[in-house]
């Protein structure tokens, strides 16, 4: 896959009537938790599909990589915790 840049969006389609055209909207995420809309022409349709999917795959990416590497993590702690040497507080040593 070459480099396709990203937009850390949503592209949403709109009909304001039943068998009116599409409008397409960028929904952008805020910290706040709630997202702005911004119209996109139809010429830029296309080009802002590609950079909002990219962003899409590359978000389950990282997902899933951070699912793994918390996986991979458990069980380093067990592998370890089975190597350690169980110390008795009581016994003096």
Known sequence: MGFVPMLAA???ERRFRKNSPAAY???????A???RHRYVRKA??????RQTDAWKEFS???AEWVLVNKEVERLLRRIGEGRC???NPGSGR
């Open 10 to 12: 949503s592209l949403l």
């Open 25 to 31: 909207y960028l929904s952008i995420p805020n910290p």
């Open 33 to 35: 938790g709630t997202s």
């Open 44 to 49: 830029d349709v296309e080009t802002i599909r």
């Open 60 to 62: 389950h990416a990282m």
């Open 85 to 87: 040497v169980k110390l």
